[in-house]
Nanobody
Framework: QVQLVESGGGSVQAGGSLRLSCAAS????????MGWYRQAPGNERELVAI???????DYADNVKGRFTISRDNAKNTVHLQMNSLKPEDTAVYYC????????????????WGQGTQVTVSS
């Protein structure tokens, strides 16, 4: 059984910062891409940032220069440092990872965390 657990959400005023963390646990063989998505009320879930398993990162245009994604492969964790937050960043943030488990016959499965609320007030 593999699971992703997020932490670090909360409420902050515009211009403030938050750091989200996501830890993968369970019968993990290897982890490929790890990323963060978000979903605001009435909107579709959108990609915020992704850390490629083979190296490199990508960001949504509306967070470039403000958000930084990082990962610790030894601890199976991924973080999202969010600076200069804006009210439009308010959403539920979800961690996502492509994981091969020790019981999955070598197949990569995409797992999702439960989501953590980020609220930015003006």
């Amino acid at each position: 059984q593999v699971q992703l657990v997020e932490s670090g959400g909360g409420s902050v005023q515009a211009g403030g910062s938050l750091r989200l963390s996501c830890a993968a646990s369970g019968s993990i063989l290897s982890i490929g891409d790890m990323g963060w998505y978000r979903q605001a009320p009435g909107n579709e879930r959108e990609l915020v940032a992704i850390s490629r398993g083979r190296g490199g990162v990508d960001y949504a245009d509306n967070v470039k220069g403000r958000f930084t994604i990082s990962r610790d492969n030894a601890k199976n964790t991924v973080h999202l440092q969010m600076n200069s937050l804006k009210p439009e960043d308010t959403a539920v943030y979800y961690c996502n990872a492509a994981i091969k488990s020790t019981t999955g016959w070598g197949t990569s499965v995409v797992y999702w965390g439960q989501g953590t609320q980020v609220t930015v007030s003006s």
